[in-house]
């Protein structure tokens, strides 16, 4: 006959036997599904508490902790407290001794993932506030940029470790694979060997993982010039890293990639960087009036951060003569785009003032007399 089994702690015995008393007025059936909808709806009643006082206690500005615990712990917490209120009610359950065992195993088993679920989301709520306290949205974000690097390093690896350690724990659950596992100790100096061989390319991306996330030679939102393209580090992973190049393509490259070949990044100490413009002009071009021009324009953009700002000649050629202008800018994409500012403007000028000083091809006739053609 089914009777009321003791899984857990035992309630008193006043209580215990009116609850067997009651239990018994059901089919078993009847009463283990009443059991399950009961434990599962306080699981949940329990839940919409816990989210309705971090909910009454959240702000509405981009970032408050209670609002990250809501995003982040609202989905494991669907299953956590009504499994957890469901292992409870376990000895409220009227089964037969052959199903106690699995029963009880497959709410363990849920428990675990559901707590290893909520371990990694806990991380992510730490993330959060890292990310509030360290925001890239700075003109000198260097020190952010590095702690996010290494914080998005961390998070994949405990990620892959809670992933590993909850696998383990349910396998060693079942008894017949704790005795396989004692029989494979046996070979496991073999198979370290074979397996490392195998994995050998795997391990030493996760090795200049590594390498990369604490070095640092490369960082989220870095920008490089790689493979002869301009691009700022979007994502870097265990294996690979993904570039987010101007034009809105993906560059994607083994994360090993970066330990092994050159390559140039524009924003390993700071962001400011220097920028030119080169003009071919003819002899006769009055430099001094393109100096004049050239301090009008920097101060009349936003986008020139007032360190550097001037102009050379720095070639003479055969039929022109070459004139650098060299201006600065708190970022590569602010000197993008005042290199252009100024290179479109310093045309204009020459072209308004001095257009004879545009680049021509000369002759001279018999005479020896010098003429413009």
Known sequence: MPHLLRINNQPNKIMDNQ???????????????????????FGFIVKLVITGILHYYKNHDDYSLFKS????????????????TLNF????????????NPFNRIIEIGLTISFAGLLISAFRIFEDYVYHQFDLNKADNLKERKIRTQLIFIRKVIIILIALITLAIILLSFDNVRKIGAGLLTGVGIGSIIIGFAAQKSLSNFLAGFQIAFTQPIRIDDVLVVEGEWARVEDI??????????????????????IEKPFQNWTRN?????????LYVDYSIPVESLRTELKRLLENSDLW????????????????????ALVSARNSSQAFDLRCYIRENLLKFINETAPQSLPRTRFENGEGVNKGG
């Open 237 to 258: 992973t265990l294996t690979y890293v993904v570039l987010k190049i101007w034009d809105q393509r993906r560059l994607i490259l083994p994360i090993n990639y970066f």
């Open 69 to 84: 615990i809501i995003t982040h712990l609202s989905g494991p917490l669907n299953f956590f407290v009504p499994l957890l």
């Open 305 to 324: 951060d007032k360190r550097v700002g001037i102009i050379q000649v720095t070639d003479a050629r055969e039929k022109t003569m070459e004139i650098r």
């Open 89 to 100: 009610s376990l000895p409220l359950f009227r089964l037969d001794t052959t199903f106690v």
């Open 19 to 41: 609850v067997q008393a009651w239990s018994q007025q059901f089919d078993p059936w009847a009463w283990n599904l009443g059991v399950i909808v009961a434990s599962l709806a």
């Open 270 to 278: 700071t962001s400011e960087i220097l920028g030119t413009v080169f």
